[in-house]
C-alpha cells in the first residue's frame, strides 16, 4: 500500500483500516453515521496504543506544544460538523461569538490564497486557546493523526514555511492514516460530501449557517466553494475528493 512502510506495516495499515471500515458500513442513517464516526474517532487512540514500542517511544509531542497547529488543516465535511455539534454543546455564548469572530477572521484571510500561501501565514488555529486544543476529544482528524518525533524540526519547518514530511514516524503514522482513510471511505461510500475543505473556513460556515448540516444530510456539498482546501498548481482538477472506490475492501 505504501512504499515508506515495511511489509508488516503494510499488513498492518490494511488491517486497521478494513477493521474500522467494517463497523462503519453497518451505518448509512445520517444522524447514525454521524455518531459512529465521531465513535470511530477513538479508534486513533486505539491505533496508537496497539503500535510498536520502540515506535511509540520516539514521540516527541507533548502539552503547550503548538507548532502543528500553526498550519491548515483539511478535513471532510463529517469532521467540520462534529467539531460544530461540540462547541455549541460546550461553549458559552460569549466563546462561541469570539470562535465565530476568529474563523471569520481566518476565513478573510485564506480566502483566494494557494496552500503554499496559506502556509505562509502561520496563523493559530481559531480554536487554540493558551496552546492547548479546545475541542481536544472533537479535533479533526489530520490533528489526531499527527505524530512527531522532533518537536524542535516542527519549529523549523513552521518557520520556514515548509511541510512536516521530515517529522512523521512510519510505524505510528500507517496506523493513524488507516483509521483516517477508512473513515473518509466509509463517509463517501454511504454517499455523503467527500470534498476537502479547510477547516476553518469550513467551521465559520457551520457556525453562521444550520443549512450546512442539512446539506449533509441531504447526501450535497455541506459548504461553499470558497471554504474549500486550497490546491497546487500542479493538483489533478479532482484533487482532494474522495472517491468511492476508496482504499479497503
Ligand atoms: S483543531 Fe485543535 S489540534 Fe487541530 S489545529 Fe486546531 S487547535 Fe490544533
Not at 37 to 44: L, T
Not at 89 to 98: I, K, N, R, V
Not at 193 to 214: I, K, P, R, W
Not at 223 to 235: G, L, N
Amino acid at each position: 500500500m505504501c512504499a515508506a512502510f515495511s511489509p508488516e506495516e503494510d499488513s498492518l495499515f490494511e488491517k486497521t483500516g478494513v477493521a474500522v471500515l467494517k463497523r462503519l458500513r453497518k451505518t448509512r442513517n445520517p444522524a447514525d453515521l454521524l455518531a459512529a464516526v465521531a465513535s470511530a474517532h477513538k479508534e486513533f487512540e486505539r491505533a496508537f496504543a496497539s503500535a510498536a514500542p520502540e515506535a511509540k517511544a520516539v514521540v516527541a509531542c507533548r502539552a503547550g506544544c503548538d507548532a502543528c497547529c500553526h498550519v491548515p488543516v483539511g478535513v471532510q465535511a463529517h469532521e467540520v460538523l462534529i467539531a460544530a455539534a461540540h462547541v455549541q454543546t460546550h461553549f458559552s455564548p460569549t466563546q462561541l461569538d469570539e470562535l465565530i469572530a476568529r474563523t471569520a477572521v481566518h476565513r478573510a484571510a485564506f480566502m483566494g490564497r494557494s496552500n503554499v500561501e496559506r502556509t505562509a501565514l502561520k496563523t493559530p488555529c481559531a480554536l487554540l486557546a493558551e496552546g492547548s486544543c479546545s475541542i481536544y476529544s472533537a479535533r479533526p482528524e489530520a490533528c489526531r493523526s499527527h505524530h512527531s518525533h522532533n518537536a524542535e524540526s516542527c519549529r523549523t519547518n513552521l518557520q520556514n514555511g515548509n511541510e512536516a514530511l521530515d517529522v512523521y514516524i512510519p510505524g505510528v503514522r500507517g496506523r493513524m492514516f488507516a483509521v483516517m482513510l477508512a473513515i473518509d471511505q466509509a463517509v463517501v461510500e454511504a454517499g455523503f460530501d467527500g470534498q476537502a475543505y479547510d477547516f476553518g473556513s469550513a467551521l465559520h460556515e457551520a457556525l453562521t449557517s444550520s443549512l450546512c448540516a442539512v446539506r449533509w444530510v441531504q447526501r450535497q456539498s455541506a459548504f461553499p466553494d470558497a471554504c474549500r482546501e486550497a490546491s497546487e498548481a500542479d493538483d489533478e482538477e479532482d484533487s482532494g475528493v474522495l472517491h468511492p472506490e476508496g482504499y479497503f475492501r
